[in-house]
């Protein structure tokens, strides 16, 4: 049963929160990330990018960086920036995006839970990524992104969100990119109860994003145990920072992909060649967006394409039912040669919030083709969870981010 607690917050003052919350460290690339520091000096992604400090062409995983981040966190609550929580408390978190909202709960989970797959995972991490945020969650002594996690809707913990939405927010701003952003806190003893009796009942959680962050958390947590043979299991360190979303609170966007060449196909023999594993549908300069599972898009020389998958060798199996993994096993891999997407240079990948005009401008520029995608649903998340299995690469595009800044956990 999961055990998803409440914690002592070290979070922004509500004047400044709107400046201080920053998109996760993930989403910018070196350059951008230090052009949103210039813009914005209280931008918590200097603690999240510290690299942003330092030279251009200093190493981005020095020392130093985990150490400058650590003593940017600090500064910032010396200077009374970041404030710290009376007492241990949950935080409802909600979030609009073209005016469709969800909700979570904010709390920390459990790293055994982790260990002992309540909570599940539907992707392989890389240690190399991995090791930068251990390294900087270990230096910092505290975990400053959450985790993305969902669960199967629960009644008594939707009761408890409505109510406490009804009272003032902490925070409620909305961010450049048009995101509104409110935060209530959760502080009554009775609420904390319920909450902690109702995760205890649930078997299973999802990690909806963030699987690096998590393993990194983990990793953290039993490098300290080891080093604390004592320890009772109630130490902060043996939790991570998450945001819980019930299932019927999220949508998952489509993850879409660009492809650099028809690996020496002419387009005719090409389009041929796709014939077998699908039916083509031409539509002229008309953008096609999937509108069902099973149905692609394919944007090639200025022209669109309906595909659609051939009932016969579609699978039933969980994973390879998926539509990226259709996309995959009979067009990627045998007939444009790219075997491991996680590698190969000839494919790149394009979320679903920068829309279909997109794909054209790649396939129109540094590109040659591009394909849409109907996206992976949150049932398929769990099924393919529960079942111990891993969804292929970019399988899913989450939106709207959760911000980085508002909620900081300490190890100790």
């Avoid at 190493?59 to 960086?65: F, G, L, T």
């Avoid at 947590?221 to 019927?248: C, I, M, Q, W």
């Avoid at 398929?380 to 969870?385: P, Q, V």
């Amino acid at each position: 049963m999961a055990r998803i607690r409440p914690f002592q917050a070290l979070r922004p003052r509500e004047d400044v929160a709107s400046k201080v919350a920053a998109l996760p460290y993930d989403v910018y690339n070196r350059e951008e990330a230090l052009e949103e520091v210039k813009k914005e000096p209280l931008s918590f992604l200097k603690v999240d990018r510290a690299e942003t400090q330092f030279p251009e062409d200093f190493n981005p995983y020095d020392p130093q960086v985990y150490q400058k981040a650590k003593d940017i966190l600090q500064a910032m609550t010396e200077e009374g920036i970041l404030i710290r929580e009376e007492k241990p408390c949950y935080y409802i978190y909600e979030l609009t995006m073209n005016g469709r909202a969800q909700t979570g709960l904010v709390g920390c989970a459990a790293i055994d839970d982790y260990l002992n797959d309540v909570i599940k995972k539907h992707e392989l991490t890389r240690e190399d990524k991995e090791q930068d945020r251990i390294n900087h969650v270990d230096v910092c002594n505290a975990q400053t992104g959450p985790i993305f996690l969902a669960y199967r809707s629960q009644a008594r913990i939707n009761e408890v969100t409505e109510r406490v939405k009804k009272e003032k927010p902490l925070y409620d701003f909305t961010a450049v990119d048009g995101v509104k952003h409110i935060v209530w806190i959760i502080s009554e003893e009775r609420d904390i109860e319920i909450i902690a009796t109702s995760f205890a009942g649930i078997e299973s959680i999802y990690i909806a994003d963030g699987h690096h962050r998590t393993a990194s958390a983990v990793k953290v947590g039993l490098k300290r145990r080891a080093e604390n043979p004592a320890y009772t299991g109630e130490e902060e360190f043996n939790f991570f920072l998450s945001v819980l979303f019930p299932h019927d609170q999220l949508m998952i966007l489509d993850y879409n992909r660009v492809v650099k060449d028809l690996n020496g196909l002419t387009k005719a023999e090409f389009l041929e060649r796709l014939s077998k594993p699908f039916l083509l549908e031409e539509l002229g300069d008309t953008p096609y967006k999937p509108n069902v599972k099973g149905n692609f898009g394919l944007y090639l020389e200025g022209t669109w394409y309906k595909l659609t998958a051939r009932e016969e060798i579609r699978s039933a199996d969980p994973v390879e039912a998926l539509d990226v993994s259709f996309l995959q096993n009979h067009l990627l891999k045998p007939i444009l040669q790219i075997i491991d997407i996680r590698t190969d240079k000839r494919i790149d990948f394009v979320g679903g919030i920068r829309g279909l005009k997109e794909l054209e401008k790649r396939a129109n520029s540094d590109m040659k083709c591009a394909f849409s995608l109907y996206p992976t649903s949150i049932q398929e998340l769990f099924t393919i969870s529960d079942a111990g299995l891993l969804m292929p690469p970019k399988s899913t595009w989450f939106e709207p981010k959760l911000r980085s800044g508002l909620f900081i956990h300490e190890l100790e």
